[in-house]
């Protein structure tokens, strides 16, 4: 009878020495990525070392070596922008990352509940960020829009709210937070639910508080879902332009410009391309080497606990 069944190891072993013949049928689609991918990284890392721009017909797209790179990190727009984005994500991914974990604690522990009501919470995650732009921009106007009527109404803003540099902003990261706190509160409680139940019972049979439980089981059990999540939404965060391209176009003046419309800006607006790619190029490094950070710490910290 036992015959009938391999264990975990034995299926790693038998993988191990398998033939790689099989692997001939990941060719095709790692071709398909490939020139999908990597072959336009690869035009856009050339261009970043050349005098390209379609508005100027005295740039040949000759070597300039390190010089679109220089004007880049001299730049003051590149910097403000780059801040901008930082705090959208400082702010929206804490933000979404607590109502997250706070409701799907709730789902969790009501079964019939969540069989109704996560339905309906996913809605705005399955939107698309375009129509949220533009139910965003329809919701905060001032005159015909839910939102903006209400707060005008209780004077807490005068005038139109995404015409505000202050506001803006602010709009933009509640917009954002409506969308995709539904993402997180679908991945923690399949998290949640998904928990194995025999440290929960041995928690149990030790006298621990719910409080004890959830410090000491609940979060480390979650932790590699945790990482994910975060992963997955800065990186999300990080190319954010959708919605402010809709709403705001990066307005009042460079009030939500951040990273992706200022390179949209230098590329498709100047026709830019060389400056523009360097833009680029450094944006990828950045967020690239804040990942590979991320990704470190959690895992350093992982090793060290065991």
């Not at 809605?123 to 921009?137: A, K, Q, T």
């Not at 680029?280 to 470190?296: D, E, G, N, T």
Request: glycine share 8%.
């Amino acid at each position: 009878m036992n015959e009938r069944y391999i264990n975990d190891s034995q299926i790693g072993l038998n993988l191990r020495k398998a033939s790689w013949k099989g692997y001939k049928w990941l060719w095709p689609s790692l071709i398909l990525l490939f020139i999908i991918s990597l072959v336009p990284w690869l035009i856009m890392s050339n261009y970043s070392f050349r005098n390209i721009n379609f508005a100027n017909p005295s740039a040949t797209g000759e070597y300039v070596g390190l010089d679109n790179y220089r004007t880049a990190l001299n730049y003051p727009d590149v910097g403000s922008s780059l801040w901008l984005t930082i705090k959208i994500i400082l702010i929206c991914l804490p933000m979404e990352f607590l109502i997250g974990l706070i409701v799907a604690l709730c789902l969790a522990s009501q079964i019939k509940l969540k069989k109704w009501t996560l339905p309906i919470i996913i809605i705005p995650m399955i939107i698309s960020p375009v129509v949220v732009g533009l139910i965003g921009n329809l919701s905060l106007n001032p005159d015909f829009g839910l939102i903006g009527i209400i707060l005008k109404n209780i004077g807490l803003v005068r005038g139109a709210i995404l015409g505000n540099y202050k506001l803006a902003p602010i709009s933009i990261m509640a917009i954002d937070i409506w969308q995709w706190s539904p993402f997180m509160i679908l991945i923690f409680t399949a998290g949640l639910l998904s928990l194995p139940k025999a440290p929960f019972e041995a928690a149990s049979v030790d006298g621990a508080s719910s409080w004890q439980t959830f410090w000491k089981v609940t979060l480390p059990l979650l932790k590699p879902i945790f990482v994910i999540s975060i992963l997955l939404r800065f990186t999300d965060l990080f190319k954010i332009f959708d919605k402010i391209f809709i709403m705001t176009g990066g307005g009042p003046g460079v009030a939500t410009e951040v990273s992706n419309i200022l390179a949209y800006r230098i590329n498709f607006v100047f026709w830019d391309l060389g400056y523009g790619s360097a833009v680029v190029m450094l944006l990828y490094i950045v967020s690239f080497l804040a990942c590979l950070v991320f990704v470190k710490v959690t895992t350093s910290r992982e090793k060290g606990s065991h």
